[in-house]
């Protein structure tokens, strides 16, 4: 099984892609090269003969990576495609289980670095008033770790409609008696949708709802898909096919074009919507990787994991509260409700 380490042309330690510069550094003798530099020395590497007995080893379901720095073996499961050596650190991309299908179209390469996803969490828990105190401290980031998390990027062509009532009520005055009428419209809405780009996560291991909620990503830096950009990191291949994730895709459409036409609705006095539904006509998916960091924290022997958009720097994830901040706080505006309460009385006397 072939295991690719970037190597540093000049002094033969590893590269790793900076963020930063988007150049790949080597951090033994400093040298630092471009994308098209890269490419050369993969096309060398991809030009040596594979042997085939390790081919069968493959299709046999075994799996021995060794890493080519120190020799040591280096266990991955079925989905990792990049990864770390566990003896010597050495980033390793593991090309092969990227062939054919598994090879993503484009890559949103790492905009932030590893000290600027701890900056963002200790950023975050500054504004958290009920937060305890001592969270903040450093030795709680048990681990920051940058991944490239495959995504679909869906286009879909929709048709959509919508039934609903409304009313319109008018009310006058004849006389002494005043009269109200109230109108009442049957409404049907149809609507044809194109959206573009619809991000759905497709790695069993990553949650869901997380990964929705470090959107939006900037599809403008989408590059043409390299190995090289996997260096450094941690990378997992799609373990979720595209049609499982159009199921969530389209639960976000229906209820997208539900709203959008709900707002064509205009000038009743109340809408009921009773009945709305999407068909997807017409779908394209792309295979990308996008960039995210995980910190992983550990509080009084309770876990937290927080994620970091690797391109915007949003974060993402729940914090611990204090219970007796929150008390506290909780305290405060009862308090100062039962004052404005007596000012209240006061006034009234
Ligand atoms: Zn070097
Ligand atoms: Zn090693």
């Known amino acids: 099984m072939e295991v690719i380490t970037y190597q540093c042309p000049n002094c033969a ?6 963020s930063e510069t988007q150049k790949w550094d080597c951090k033994f003798c400093l040298s630092s090269f471009e994308e098209s530099d890269l490419q050369k020395m993969q096309t060398q590497e991809t030009a040596e003969p594979e042997e085939s007995e390790q081919d069968d080893q493959e299709q046999t379901g075994q799996k021995c990576y060794f890493c080519p720095n120190c020799g040591a ?12 050596c ?14 054919g299908l598994f090879r993503p ?28 105190r001592d969270f903040t401290d450093k030795a709680h980031i048990e681990k920051v770790t940058g991944i490239y998390v495959p995504f679909w990027l869906n286009d879909c062509y929709v048709n959509a409609n919508l039934q609903a009532t409304g009313e319109r009520v008018s009310s ?9 009428k109230t109108d009442v419209y049957a409404l049907f809405r149809t609507g044809s949708f194109i959206y573009r780009d619809i991000p759905s996560d497709a790695s069993k291991k990553m949650d869901d709802d997380m990964m929705d909620a470090l959107e939006p990503f900037s599809f403008e830096e989408l590059k043409e898909f390299q190995m090289p950009y996997l260096s450094g990191y941690f990378a997992q291949r799609y373990d979720v096919s595209k049609e499982e994730c159009r199921e969530r895709v389209k639960k976000r459409i229906e209820q ?32 990308v990787m996008l960039p995210v960091w995980l910190l992983y924290t550990k509080y009084h022997s309770k876990d937290y994991l927080f994620a970091m958009n ?24 009862a308090v100062a409700t039962t004052i404005l309460g007596t000012i209240g009385g006061l006034l009234l006397c």
């Open 172 to 180: 006058w005055k004849k006389g002494d008696t005043q009269y109200t």
């Open 256 to 287: 997208s074009t539900k709203e959008k036409l709900r707002e064509t609705c205009l000038h009743y006095t109340a809408v009921q919507v009773s009945s709305s539904s999407a068909d997807i006509i017409k779908a394209d998916s792309k295979y």
């Open 73 to 84: 073996e280096i266990v991955t499961d079925e989905s990792t495609v990049a990864s770390f």
């Open 13 to 18: 330690a590893p590269l790793e892609f900076n």
């Open 310 to 333: 690797g391109q915007t720097g949003k974060m993402v994830g729940e914090l611990p509260m204090s219970i007796p901040k929150a008390f506290l706080i909780g305290g405060i505006i």
């Open 86 to 99: 566990t003896f010597c650190g050495n980033p390793v991309v593991l090309p092969k289980k990227m062939d």
């Open 105 to 132: 179209q484009q890559v949103v390469p790492f905009q932030l670095n590893k000290e600027q996803a701890k900056q963002a969490l200790y950023q975050l828990c500054r504004k958290k008033p009920l937060l305890p």
